[in-house]
């Protein structure tokens, strides 16, 4: 599990992000908002069905990008009190999402090979 210091500047994407996305398409999510790739910062992006994350930061040699896919249940990103999801989060609430939805019953979708046998444009990420 991903750890975080209080301080850390955490950024959540407003939009759904396509996870077939890497380095660059994410990276350049970033550069279109406005912030800065380099300052070591957590970008949080999430897919559009919320059961796959990625997270992007620049840890001083290069960019990591830390992936998560959940067995069961979806990423809950919060919101605030207008519903609207919040551009930053704070170290709690990014545990939080990370940890996803309670998963009461929810069933695991079959993956392709299962089933077949074998940053946008108001100013956030």
């Not at 559009?48 to 992936?67: I, P, Q």
């Not at 940890?99 to 077949?116: D, F, M, Q, Y």
């Amino acid at each position: 599990m991903l750890s975080v210091p209080p301080q850390q500047r955490i950024y959540l994407a407003a939009e759904p992000v396509d996870m077939r996305g890497g380095f660059d398409r994410l990276s350049g999510r970033v550069r279109a908002a406005g912030l800065d790739l380099y300052a070591g910062h957590l970008f949080i992006f999430v897919s559009r069905r919320r059961t796959h994350l990625k997270v992007l930061t620049w840890d001083g040699s290069g960019l990591v990008v830390f992936y998560k896919r959940l067995g069961r249940g979806k990423f809950v990103p919060p919101v605030d009190k207008d519903g609207q999801r919040p551009a930053t989060l704070d170290a709690a609430a990014f545990a939080t999402l990370l940890r996803g939805a309670p998963t009461v019953g929810v069933r695991r979708s079959l993956s392709s090979r299962e089933h077949n046998g074998g940053i946008d444009g108001r100013g956030s990420v």
